[in-house]
């Protein structure tokens, strides 16, 4: 007679080949984000009355069109925390082929009209912000930032992606 433990490891083994020959068994995947933000800045540190290039780059992983995105930038809890940081985004330039253009977007606020989307498969863009430091700036401490984005595709499937939190998007000030 067969131990309740045999027929139990019986039935999940049938189980399992039914799923797996009728395609239905979970997989193991090792495909990138559909649509990949990356950060990164000009230098890792700066002073009052300086200023840093953030960069974020928008990479499509899809084989369909980004047809859409949604994009903010938000300072991190901690760097909010410091009443004595002074600093504003001054300026936001698209890259592309010809060159850099100015944004179209709304800024930091919502970044996703910058990227010029339609961004075609295996297409990347960049946009890049200036942050200006005040020159009475208190500077003592990273300055970090999050973001969240969402990106629709002409699929009609869509990704999230965030809070994105990076330690690329943290610039010492000093």
């Known amino acids: 007679m067969r131990s309740p433990l045999m027929r139990r490891l019986g039935l999940a083994t049938v189980l399992g080949l039914v799923l797996a020959v009728f395609g239905l068994a979970p997989t193991a ?12 800045t000009d230098t890792a540190t700066t002073t009052p009355g300086g200023s840093v290039q953030l960069s ?24 909010t925390q410091r009443p004595d940081l002074k600093y504003s985004f001054t300026g936001c330039t698209l890259a592309t082929a010809a060159g850099s253009t100015p944004c179209s977007g709304t800024g930091p606020a919502n970044l996703g009209g910058n990227y010029g989307a339609t961004i075609p498969p295996g297409q990347s863009r960049t946009v890049t912000l200036t942050l200006q430091i005040a020159a009475d700036s ?7 930032f999050y973001s969240y984005f969402y990106a629709e595709f002409s699929d009609s499937a869509n990704t999230n992606g965030g809070p994105v939190y990076t330690p690329d998007v943290r610039v010492a000030c000093a």
């Open 29 to 40: 995947s090792a495909d990138p984000a559909p649509a990949a933000l990356t950060f990164s």
């Open 56 to 79: 974020m780059t928008l990479t499509n992983n899809r084989t369909y069109d980004v047809w859409f995105v949604y994009q903010t930038i938000d300072p991190t809890w901690l760097t």
């Open 138 to 144: 208190g500077c003592n401490g990273n300055i970090g």
